[in-house]
């Protein structure tokens, strides 16, 4: 996975919210001032035929209104583009869309179309959609080829002024998408596809190229949009049905065909940054105690063991590969809620869990965590996939169906206790010599079972690791008086500097009290 300025891309998307506009409502045609294309035959089944077809001819790049000016379009002049609320789709329907305009981040264009029963319209480009001044940068692109690239959608107008209220959706960049959680935020991004992230040399972004909309009937049912991704390596149709809650739940169809033989297909992926937590942070590298939109990889697999993986700012891009088979759901998550841990006016504790729920059997394969060593928060650096067993390459595809949940925790929670901190420190115990090449490592897990222990009842720390061994293993509760919290304390002695796999969890007797644990350790990074 390339290094990505998501701080950037995360800005131009919340400066120009102060900017956004929509217009139309019910059909298409009553769209005040849109203008539209033919009305041509369009159902989901057309376009799955179409990305089979896509997939055998020669790849095409997508048109680009002039590169040299597009460039220009940065954070700023981006902010300046304002799409004019009278010209957005469905204005007085259940979930207005307004259009984005290429820019520095996403400069290639994106066909739009809206959906009349059985027929689509293109939504035509005319550079009166937005507010491009005579002095600003974009007035020297013309008419052809468009320049939209990408779409948001609003809440009613019920909810208040579309050019003050953050869209709930959206959709901009290559195959990226987001979603609001429910504490109001966005963060994390997901992506149509991922090929081989991580890998040595660029990655392949393919384009989400056009899409389709279907509006919503009512604030109950789902805004329905229709996308035809294309790269050198692959094209696909895929259908989303866009659901607002309390946060957002997107069911994702997605019907995939490569062209050529691809490494890592990475589906229903993933990407989110992470800097530093309590777990390590380098001395005074930042002012603040922690920096991440997300800060664990949660997994339920499909035999019922409940995983979390606290996420890590490795010496060096690292891949990591839990073996499943029928997977329950997997996501990255933002569990620390508390305001004093960030310090940071961007409320990184409001950020989205993302929840990936698979629907149908998706057989075997495994979650592939990506973690690319980062020095700064506008880096998108961590990827978590779905990579199925079974090959890929030309004349295959795959099915798949999948529900993405944007919400502040896992839409299933399991009931066990969840570890809700990983610390680390020097080995040995308090006023004896250090020990070389030994590292304390103090792992905290809150609720569930625990919280129900009999009074002198120890819980049991279950502990693997693949080399190394341990030492001075104990649990105890944590001495803040709140009822269920414990931690497991254990050294661990290595030798070199290759990554160490550990795995813990408490029990009592043969009751399992919590979650399990896993963690990379890198003794590289921690000298």
């Known amino acids: 996975m390339a290094a990505f300025d998501r701080r950037s891309f995360l800005q131009i998307l919340l400066a120009a919210g102060t900017a956004r506009a929509i217009g139309g409502s019910g059909s298409a045609a009553a769209a005040t001032g849109l203008k539209f294309g033919p009305a041509e035959p369009f159902s989901y089944d057309w376009l799955k035929t179409h990305a089979r077809e896509l997939a055998a001819r020669p790849y095409e790049t997508p048109p680009r209104p002039e590169p040299a000016i597009v460039a220009k379009i940065d954070y700023d002049a981006h902010g300046k583009l304002r799409y004019r609320k009278e010209f957005s789709l469905y204005r007085e329907g259940a979930y207005p869309i307004s259009f984005q305009h290429v820019g520095t981040f996403f400069p290639k264009t994106v066909r739009m179309h809206a959906i009349d029963g059985g027929t689509a319209r293109e939504v035509l480009y005319d550079p009166t959609y937005f507010t491009v001044g005579e002095g600003h940068v974009a007035a020297a692109l013309g008419q052809e080829p468009s320049a939209f690239a990408g779409f948001w959608v609003h809440d009613p107008l019920s909810k208040g002024d579309l050019d003050k209220v953050e869209p709930w959706a959206t959709f901009l960049g290559a195959s990226y998408f987001r979603g609001v959680g429910e504490l109001g935020q966005v963060g994390l991004s997901a992506r149509g596809i991922a090929l081989a992230p991580g890998a040595p040399g660029p990655e392949e972004f393919p384009d989400f190229v056009s899409y389709w909309f279907e509006p919503a009937a009512d604030a109950d ?17 895929y259908r989303f049905l866009l659901h607002r809650t309390a946060g957002v739940v997107m069911d994702i169809e997605a019907s995939v065909h490569p062209r050529r033989t691809i490494e890592r297909l990475g589906l229903a992926p993933l990407t989110s940054m992470y800097w530093f937590s309590e777990t390590a942070k380098s001395t005074m590298v930042d002012w603040r105690p922690e920096v991440h939109d ?17 996420l890590n700012n490795p010496p060096q891009v690292t891949i990591s590969s839990f073996v499943d088979a029928g997977p329950r759901g997997f996501g990255l998550s933002q569990r620390d809620r508390n305001f004093d841990h960030y310090l940071d006016g961007v409320k990184y504790e409001k950020r989205p869990t993302a929840w990936i729920e698979p629907r149908g059997d998706w057989g075997r394969g495994v979650v592939q965590l990506i973690e690319i060593p980062t020095d700064d928060e506008i880096h998108d650096n961590i990827c978590a996939m779905w990579v199925p067993d079974a090959p890929h390459g030309a004349g295959q595809h795959v099915e798949l169906a999948y529900r993405l949940h944007w919400l502040a925790d896992e839409p299933y929670p399991s009931g066990l206790g969840r570890c809700v901190a990983t610390r680390l420190g020097n080995g040995g115990q308090p006023g004896q010599p250090r020990p070389q090449n030994v590292r304390k490592f103090m792992v905290e897990f809150l609720g569930g079972p625990l919280a129900d222990l009999p009074f002198g009842t120890l819980p049991e720390a279950v502990l693997t690791a693949s080399r190394g061994a341990f030492s001075y293993v104990f649990t105890e509760a944590v001495p803040n008086d709140v009822p269920g919290h414990w931690r497991a304390q254990f050294d661990l002695t290595t030798d070199g500097s290759q990554p160490v796999d550990m795995r813990c969890y408490l029990r009592s007797g043969d009751t399992v009290l919590t979650e399990t644990w896993l963690y990379q350790y890198h003794p590289a990074s921690a000298k």
């Not at 049912?221 to 149709?237: E, I, N, R």
């Open 294 to 310: 997300s800060d664990g990889l949660a997994m339920w697999t499909g035999s019922g063991e409940r995983i979390w993986r606290p």
């Open 221 to 237: 049912a789902p805004v329905t949009v229709y996308a035809l991704l294309s790269g050198p390596s692959v094209a696909g149709a």
